[in-house]
């Protein structure tokens, strides 16, 4: 525990004082205050803690001192400082450098807004002397206050009036209150129209802004003004900031432009309640959040990456209703496998196998892989599963894409991790646009023909369900291998079988009649 723990404002303050009066006696001057970040380590003594998220905050706010009119989103996950640095040190930062300029500061409700600003007034109070500011009488509550030198700053609620209100540097901090806000047509449209005509009526010629939000739905305002003004990597406008818990692969059709922390895929976003370094509890915390939200509130929330549901094939309640607890067996298993290509680089794997007259999702494999990969993914899930055939997509590569799972089996048989023959390798070229494939499968699972198994790993496969809508320009690797799969293992979706005999299993023996079986189609 620090030795500052416990002490009050006004005795950190003093003791920063005590500080800076011995470094002037000694011939030594305090660092620049270069940043929020660093302001907020000079003032606010043992509170103020920096890791690797806040720093990237940093790094895209403090340019925005020397460019007029430029513009920022971030998006994060919440409780990791976000509000803290850019709604409260950032405006106070910001008037130390510029401190006759205008700011206004927006949230949801007035009362959030009011809470923020009231914070800064505080941060003006108690260190402002240092850099020159003063509050001035006149005018000093926590909705509107003003300096001595003509800057302040005006909180106030989203679709609250700003007649008479300039604004040299504006921060939106959560439009919306919750999802129900935010799902709501009327409530989206409000947001818009009070953002186009009440705020933006109040910039000056070189004002700057930031928004700051939880993306809760693609049409909320960041979607529309993303898709009204661009981001800066196509030409546009916005820098954004998106820091997903869990590091993704870039995918532009999605919104995901490569992680801005250069992390690797998977690895989690750090936390300033975790210790730099303590990776193990960083995954804990995140998979935590994760077993506690539903998969619309992940992508949203943690992940900053939204789906509607509005028009999707697969509902939360579609899939509640269509997973139970496992059969006792499975008469055959097979593995679906959508490869890596088009541009995507996440490779669909999923396992699924009939029993009682339905065919079950068994367990997903999805992830970031690369050619060599993802095979050897497939082959493993296949003979862990005991797999008579694996069921994979060969629009990019052709043939390759087969002969790619043959020689994968024949390395991991040489490693002595697999053993017996590889299984039957089936080929299918969907001619088919992804609609009309997936549309069969999906009334599959509605009417209890198709379903999950209870407890399984299917979290990827369950939420490309419920993301992808007929339309989208992204390519949901594990909803499109879960759809070869299924259509390769329910016999009304296929136009017809032809048996193998030639296929063995692993101990040599001839496989039951029907384990080995080829779509004609």
Same mark, same amino acid.
Not at 167 to 174: N, T
Not at 349 to 358: E, F, R
Not at 400 to 419: F, H, M, N
């Given at each position: 525990m620090s030795q500052l723990d416990g002490l009050t404002y006004d005795e950190k303050l003093e003791l920063k004082r005590a500080l800076a009066e011995r470094m002037a006696q000694a011939g030594l001057e305090l660092p620049a205050v270069s940043s929020p970040g660093a302001l907020a380590s000079r003032c606010d003594l043992g509170?103020?803690?920096e890791r690797p998220h806040t720093r990237a905050i940093d790094n895209v706010l403090t340019p925005l001192l020397s460019k007029p009119n430029a513009r920022v989103m971030i998006f994060s996950p919440p409780q990791i400082g976000k509000s803290a640095r850019g709604a409260r040190w950032f405006p106070f930062w910001w008037l130390t450098m510029r401190p006759r300029d205008r700011i206004i500061l927006a949230s949801f409700a007035a009362s959030l807004a009011q809470t923020h600003g009231g914070v800064v007034r505080d941060y003006v109070s108690m260190y402002g002397g240092d850099y020159g500011l003063r509050l001035s009488p006149k005018q000093s509550t926590k909705a509107a206050w003003e300096l001595t030198t003509g800057g302040g700053?005006?909180?106030?609620?989203?679709?609250?009036?700003?007649?008479?209100?300039?604004?040299?540097?504006?921060?939106?901090?959560?439009?919306?209150?919750?999802?129900? /806000? @935010?799902?709501?047509?009327?409530?989206?449209?409000?947001?818009?129209n009070w953002y186009s005509g009440v705020w933006s009526a109040r910039r000056s010629p070189t004002a700057r802004e930031v928004i700051i939000m939880t993306r809760w739905h693609q049409d909320d305002l960041a979607g529309r003004l993303l898709d009204r003004d661009g981001r800066v990597e196509e030409g546009g406008e916005w820098v954004v900031l998106h820091m997903p818990a869990?590091?993704?692969?870039?995918?532009? @059709?999605?919104?995901?432009?490569?992680?801005?922390?250069?992390?690797?895929?998977?690895?989690?976003?750090?936390?300033?309640?975790?210790?730099?370094?303590?990776?193990?509890?960083?995954?804990?915390?995140?998979?935590?959040?994760?077993?506690?939200?539903?998969?619309?509130?992940?992508?949203?929330?943690?992940?900053?990456?939204?789906?509607? @549901?509005?028009?999707?094939?697969?509902? /939360?309640?579609?899939?509640?209703?269509?997973?139970?607890?496992?059969?006792g067996s499975f008469?055959?298993? @097979?593995?679906?496998?959508?490869?890596?290509?088009?541009?995507?680089?996440?490779?669909?794997?999923?396992?699924?196998?009939?029993?009682?007259?339905?065919?079950?999702?068994?367990?997903d494999r999805t992830a970031h892989m690369t050619s060599i990969e993802w095979p050897r993914a497939a082959c493993l899930a296949a003979y862990e599963h005991d797999a008579d055939r694996v069921v994979i997509e060969t629009n990019y590569g052709g043939d390759?894409?087969?002969?790619?799972?043959?020689?994968?089996?024949?390395?991991?048989?040489?490693?002595?991790?697999?053993?017996?023959?590889?299984?039957?390798?089936?080929?299918?070229?969907?001619?088919?646009?992804?609609?009309?494939?997936?549309?069969?499968?999906?009334?599959?699972?509605?009417?209890?023909?198709?379903?999950?198994?209870?407890?399984?790993?299917?979290?990827?496969?369950?939420?490309?369900?419920?993301?992808?809508?007929?339309?989208?320009?992204w390519s949901p690797g594990a909803l499109d291998a879960g759809v070869h799969v299924a259509m390769a293992l329910l016999p009304q979706v296929r136009s017809g079988t032809m048996a193998n005999p030639a296929r063995k299993s692993r101990d040599g023996m001839p496989r039951r009649s029907g384990l080995a079986a080829r779509r004609i189609s």
């Open positions: 509170v103020t803690v700053l005006r909180s106030v609620g989203v679709r609250g009036g700003l007649s008479g209100h300039p604004m040299d540097l504006g921060i939106i901090d959560d439009p919306f209150a919750g999802r129900a /806000e @935010a799902d709501s047509p009327t409530m989206r449209e409000a947001a818009w869990i590091a993704l692969a870039e995918d532009r @059709a999605r919104g995901i432009y490569g992680d801005p922390l250069a992390r690797e895929v998977g690895e989690p976003l750090s936390h300033p309640k975790i210790e730099p370094g303590d990776t193990d509890g960083l995954i804990r915390h995140w998979s935590g959040q994760r077993a506690r939200s539903t998969d619309r509130d992940w992508n949203s929330m943690y992940l900053g990456v939204p789906f509607s @549901a509005e028009g999707a094939l697969l509902s /939360e309640t579609d899939i509640r209703a269509a997973t139970a607890p496992p059969p008469s055959r298993t @097979a593995v679906g496998v959508d490869p890596s290509g088009g541009g995507r680089d996440s490779a669909g794997v999923v396992v699924a196998g009939p029993s009682g007259g339905h065919v079950w999702f068994m367990e390759q894409a087969t002969t790619l799972v043959t020689q994968a089996w024949d390395r991991l048989a040489a490693e002595k991790l697999v053993s017996g023959a590889c299984p039957y390798v089936d080929g299918v070229s969907s001619r088919k646009s992804k609609q009309l494939r997936a549309e069969p499968i999906a009334q599959a699972i509605k009417t209890g023909r198709v379903k999950f198994v209870q407890g399984a790993s299917l979290k990827q496969l369950t939420t490309e369900w419920q993301m992808w809508e007929p339309g989208s320009t």
